[in-house]
C-alpha cells in the first residue's frame, strides 16, 4: 500500500494477553459461586448481563469488573456480601491486576518494521491509568507517535482521533481483534481494518463482520501485517 498511513492498533489481546486473564477469575467466580440451581452456563450469563449493563455507565477496567463480580454474586445470593466474601471476590481478579504483559509472537518486530514505513498510533480502551500501566510494562510505548485511552470505540471516537491527528480517512487504518470495537466502528467512520483474529476475544467483543468491504482485511496473525502495509 502508498505510505505513509497512520496505522492505528488496538492493545489488550492485539499486542498482548489480556482476556485469559479475565476468564480465569470468571471461571473461579463461578466456583466460588457455587449456585444450587443455576448450571455454570447460566451464571455466567447472569455475569455479562451485568458487565452489559454497567459497562455504559461505569467503563471498563479490572475495578469495575470487580464491582461487577460483587453485584453479581448478591444478585445471585439474594444478599449483600460478607467482608469475607467480600475479600474472596477482590482476590479473584489480582492476577488480572499483576500479571506480567506477555506480548503475541513478533509484536516487537513487526511494529519496528511497520513504523519505518508508517506512523503508528495506540487506541486502547478501558481505564486510563490501568491501560497506560501496562502500556509502560510492555516496553513497547515507545514505538507509537499518538496513545489515546477512550472510554467505548465508537464511530464517533475514530473521527475525533483522525481529526486530532490530522489524516483523512483514508489514509488511516484500525488494526485490532475486536469486531465491535476495533472493526465495525472504524469502518463505519471511513478508516480500513484489519482484524488480527484471537480465538479468547472477549464474548462480548464478538459482533458480525463485513462480508465484503474493500476496507476490511483479516490476517492470520500479527507478524503478516508486514505484508498487509
Ligand atoms: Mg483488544
Redesign the pocket.
Known amino acids: 500500500m502508498d505510505g505513509p498511513l497512520w496505522l492505528l492498533l488496538?492493545?489488550?489481546?492485539?499486542l498482548w494477553e489480556?482476556n485469559i486473564f479475565f476468564e480465569e477469575a470468571i471461571e473461579d467466580f463461578i466456583a466460588f459461586v457455587d449456585h444450587a440451581e443455576l448450571r455454570p452456563d447460566e451464571v455466567r450469563h447472569e455475569l455479562d448481563c451485568v458487565e452489559t449493563r454497567n459497562i455504559e455507565v461505569n467503563g471498563y477496567g479490572t475495578g469495575n469488573f470487580t464491582n461487577n463480580l460483587v453485584e453479581c454474586y448478591e444478585l445471585l445470593r439474594g444478599r449483600s456480601a460478607d467482608d469475607d466474601e467480600r475479600e474472596c471476590l477482590h482476590a479473584l481478579t489480582l492476577r488480572i491486576r499483576n500479571h506480567p504483559i506477555r506480548l503475541f509472537p513478533a509484536v516487537e518486530e513487526t511494529l519496528d518494521d511497520l513504523r519505518a514505513r508508517h506512523r503508528l498510533g495506540l487506541v486502547s480502551k478501558g481505564d486510563n491509568a490501568e491501560q497506560r500501566s501496562k502500556l509502560e510494562r510492555s516496553g513497547l510505548g515507545g514505538r507509537f507517535e499518538f496513545i489515546v485511552i477512550v472510554r467505548e470505540k465508537n464511530a464517533d471516537c475514530y473521527r475525533s482521533i483522525i481529526s486530532e491527528i490530522g489524516v483523512d480517512a483514508e489514509h488511516a487504518w484500525m488494526i485490532?481483534?475486536?469486531p465491535k470495537?476495533?472493526i465495525v466502528p472504524a469502518l463505519e467512520a471511513g478508516l480500513g481494518a484489519v482484524l488480527v483474529p484471537?480465538e479468547n476475544?472477549w464474548r462480548l467483543?464478538v459482533r458480525p463482520l463485513p462480508e465484503t468491504h474493500d476496507r476490511f482485511r483479516v490476517v492470520r496473525e500479527f507478524a503478516d501485517l508486514a505484508a498487509v502495509f
Open positions: 488496538d492493545a489488550d489481546d492485539t489480556n485490532g481483534n475486536s470495537s476495533d484471537n476475544t467483543e
